[in-house]
Structures are given as structure tokens and as C-alpha cells.
């Protein structure tokens, strides 16, 4: 069966201070990757999608890069946090007419 | 400034009446809709689905109407509950890897 793990399920960062965030699937292959990000009473904002290994493209100016090493890792970070990257990370996967979410990540930058 | 996605549109309704949600979408080659929910500090879990050959579709207490004229998919709750508080979101594929999901809808049901 299909899974999907990210992690870890909540962070609390310093300003300044890097980013590591993972995501991977278990059950697929070449899925699409997605991150995406809530803010407190926002939607869902597309950040980064990934359609195969090194290929990423990004949908909005931020302070966040996103890289893709292996087939099913999906990995999103910053060099440094500022505090308007605290919010609700979300990593999802689609392939062959599935697609579904990872559990999020709540981070908080202090 | 830095984008921090749309605010989500929100819907209130009474325990126990009905709630309806809405969703638009504009690739007229999209043929396959998902709805999720996501509850509180959570991710969206899929609920229901429907294919482009099918207007409607009926699961437990929800069901999900597709008008490809018009574009439009809802996905109504029957008997409202406290437990059907959460964002509700809709996503649309056109037959590749690609999904495209919506912004969301926030539902609060009033006891």
C-alpha cells in the first residue's frame, strides 16, 4: 500500500537557524511531489512541486529552496528561518490518478 | 512581501441540517476530482472521488455532484456534525501524475 511519512510533526527554530524537512513514499514510483504551506486561516499555498528526481519548480518568491535526491524523497529547506516561514508544511505525492498528504509539519520560528 | 495563500472561505452551518461546499475548476480536460477533509492540525484525508463519466456520487452521508457544463463540483454532508468541522478541499487530475488541489473551505458546524 501507499504511504507517505514526513517529518517531524512539529518544530520549533530560531530565526536565522536552518531548515530540514523530509518527506518520503512508500508504494509508488515517480510519483509528483508536492510541498505546501498553511498559514493560521489560510488555504493551502503551493510552495514547490517536483514531476521526477532534480527537477523542481518553484511556485512562489520565498526564503525556502526544495530538492528532490532520490525518486521518492522530497526534501524542503531554508539557510536561514525568518519568522514568517512559522506555519503548516504540508508534503503530498500524486501518480496514476492517486494522490495523497503526509501529516504535516507544524513549524514555529522563535 | 512574502504571499501567504488565500484566505480561506468559511461555512457555518447547524448540527444536524445539511452542508454544501463548492468547488470550481477551469482545465476542461480534468476528469478526475477528489475531496479531502483535514481536521485540526492535521493531513487531508481523502474522502470521496468521482470521474468525469459520473455526475454524482454518493458515499456515507456525503455526496459529490460534478457539473462539467458549468465546472463546478460540490461535495454535500448530510446530517451535519460537530465531527465535520474541518477544511475542505478539492483537487482535480487530468489523466497524468499531475493533481491540482484547491485553496480550501473551512466548515464550522454549530451545536
Known amino acids: 500500500s501507499q504511504t507517505i511519512h514526513q517529518w517531524p510533526a512539529t518544530l520549533v527554530q530560531p530565526v536565522g537557524s536552518p531548515l530540514s524537512l523530509e518527506c518520503t513514499v512508500e508504494?509508488?514510483?515517480?510519483?509528483?511531489l508536492y510541498w505546501y504551506r498553511q498559514a493560521a486561516g489560510r488555504g493551502l499555498q503551493l510552495l514547490f512541486y517536483?514531476?521526477?528526481?532534480?527537477?523542481i519548480s518553484s511556485e512562489v518568491p520565498q526564503n525556502l529552496s526544495a530538492s528532490r535526491p532520490q525518486d521518492r524523497q522530497f526534501i524542503l529547506s531554508s539557510k536561514k528561518l525568518l519568522l514568517s516561514d512559522s506555519g503548516f508544511y504540508l508534503c503530498?505525492?500524486?501518480?496514476?490518478?492517486?494522490?495523497?498528504f503526509g501529516q504535516g509539519t507544524r513549524l514555529t520560528v522563535v | 512581501g512574502e504571499s501567504v495563500g488565500l484566505h480561506l472561505p468559511t461555512l457555518s452551518v447547524q448540527e444536524g441540517d445539511n452542508s454544501i461546499i463548492n468547488c470550481a475548476y477551469s482545465?476542461?480536460?480534468?476528469?478526475?476530482f477528489i475531496w479531502y477533509k483535514q481536521e485540526s492540525g492535521k493531513g487531508p484525508q481523502f474522502i470521496i472521488d468521482?470521474?468525469?463519466?459520473?455526475d454524482k456520487r454518493q458515499g456515507q452521508r456525503v455526496t459529490v455532484l460534478l457539473n462539467k457544463t458549468v465546472k463546478h463540483l460540490s461535495l454535500q454532508i448530510a446530517a451535519t456534525q460537530p465531527g465535520d468541522s474541518a477544511v475542505y478541499f478539492c483537487?482535480?487530475?487530468?489523466?497524468?501524475?499531475?493533481?491540482?488541489f484547491g485553496t480550501g473551505t473551512s466548515l464550522t458546524v454549530i451545536p
Open positions: 503530498a505525492w500524486s501518480a496514476r490518478g492517486e494522490a495523497f
Open positions: 468521482i470521474r468525469s463519466n459520473m
Open positions: 517536483s514531476v521526477g528526481i532534480g527537477q
Open positions: 508504494g509508488t514510483s515517480n510519483p509528483n
Open positions: 482545465n476542461s480536460a480534468s476528469d478526475y
Open positions: 483537487a482535480e487530475n487530468s489523466g497524468g501524475n499531475q493533481f491540482y
